[in-house]
Nanobody, 131 residues
Framework: QVNLEESGGGSVQAGGSLRLSCSVS????????MGWFRQAPGKDHQEREG??????????RYADSVKGRFTISKDNAKNILYLQMKSLKPEDTAMYYC??????????????????????WGQGTLVAVSS
């Protein structure tokens, strides 16, 4: 059974940085397709925003809202997914989740439809950005 556990969230002032981690356990394959999502306060899981995705070959894709500020990466040896966040804004405040795309349907699909169809999620880590 594959389990995901996010960490690294916290409170930060606007303009600051954070690095989120998603530890993957129980997976026989170190190379899997994954994504980061976020759910803003007051919104339900159907409104989760796909913000970054990475495929087995390391190719990445980002939502316009985070492009140029966030970087997704994966350490296959440690089975850890990262999200480096810089120049944080108050509107980045949200619960951040990692998820596995078992079928590797592609980064675009993950960002656009992953919130609805992906089945394997972590419990989330909270990021709060103050102005």
């Amino acid at each position: 059974q594959v389990n995901l556990e996010e960490s690294g969230g916290g409170s930060v002032q606007a303009g600051g940085s954070l690095r989120l981690s998603c530890s993957v356990s129980g997976s026989n394959s170190p190379s899997i397709c994954m994504g980061w999502f976020r759910q803003a306060p007051g919104k339900d899981h159907q409104e989760r925003e796909g913000i970054a995705a990475i495929e087995i070959d390391g190719s990445t894709r980002y939502a316009d809202s985070v492009k140029g500020r966030f970087t997704i990466s994966k350490d296959n040896a440690k089975n850890i997914l990262y999200l480096q966040m810089k120049s944080l804004k108050p509107e980045d405040t949200a619960m951040y989740y990692c998820a596995v795309d078992r079928g590797c349907y592609g980064n675009s699909w993950v960002l656009e439809a992953g919130y609805k169809y992906l089945e394997l999620w972590g419990q989330g880590t909270l990021v709060a950005v103050s102005s």
